[in-house]
């Protein structure tokens, strides 16, 4: 007599299947979490890309700023005077600037001069700050001497120092650099030195610097400073 074995109905039980389900949803995470940190390792990429191709275009426009730097007198009134004094214009700070050039952001060195405001502000996020300029029509000596405040003296060597409005960031702002470590501006002293060449954090002296230098991060822009005749 002949036994036949009979088998039950082939099929997957609840726990294989909890167990598959689970190595799917870790799967699926995996991928996905390395879609994800691809996806934010390419944006920050392209955001540095994009910030070294801007700050390469700021440069430049750094240095034909600087080249054009014109001599101009500012005419301002002294609190109480009725006559006007002249003074030259010329804003050194750490992290402020301010002086008239030939050069136009909007019209390049074709265009007629303009009073050009550089400030330092950190961004809001603080990711390091950024640099904007602020580009104004130059109208001729009281346009730039309604800018200046008065004299005072200098706590350091006692000598008149010119006092400036701030610098104010608006809707037509120029923003040249963004997200950088730092940034300060320097002045190139007018004396020569055996030692090397000395710059200032601070221009106090009535004329203008032999050189500025934009210092930012790991970059910097310097421009000799040619004075250029006022056309």
Same mark, same amino acid.
């Given at each position: 007599?002949?036994?036949? *074995? ?6 997957? *039980? ?23 940190? %691809? *996806? ?20 430049? %426009? ?49 265009? +007629? ?28 000596? %009281? ?11 200098? @706590? ?8 400036? +409005? ?27 030195? *055996? ?10 002296? @009535?004329?203008? @610097? ?9 970059? %910097? ?11």
């Amino acid at each position: 007599m002949k036994h036949r *074995t009979q088998r039950g109905n082939a099929g997957v *039980t609840l726990l294989e299947l909890l167990v598959a389900m689970t190595l799917f949803s870790l799967l699926s995470a995996a991928v996905l979490f390395s879609l994800r940190t %691809a *996806t934010s390792t390419l944006e920050r990429t392209r955001e540095r890309i994009r910030d070294a191709r801007k700050l390469e275009g700021a440069e430049r %426009a750094l240095e034909r700023m600087l080249s054009g730097l014109l001599r101009i007198d500012a005419e301002f009134y002294e609190q109480g005077s009725n006559q006007p004094s002249f003074y030259l214009f010329f804003q050194g700070e750490p992290r402020a600037m301010r002086f008239v050039t030939s050069y136009s952001l909007q019209q390049g060195a074709r265009g +007629a001069p303009h009073i050009v405001e550089f400030s330092v502000m950190p961004r809001e996020d603080r990711q390091g700050v950024r640099l904007f300029v602020n580009e104004l029509p130059y109208f001729g000596p %009281a346009s730039v001497g309604a800018r200046m405040l008065g004299l005072q003296r200098d @706590p350091a060597g006692g000598n008149p120092l010119m006092q400036f +409005a701030p610098v104010v960031p608006g809707p037509q702002s120029f923003v040249l650099a963004d997200r950088l470590p730092n940034c300060q501006f320097l002045y190139l002293d007018r004396f020569d030195f *055996t030692d090397g060449d000395r710059w200032l954090p601070l221009w106090r002296d @009535p004329t203008l @610097p032999r050189a500025i230098r934009i210092d930012m991060g790991t970059r %910097a822009v310097t421009g000799q400073v040619y004075v250029s005749p006022i056309r």
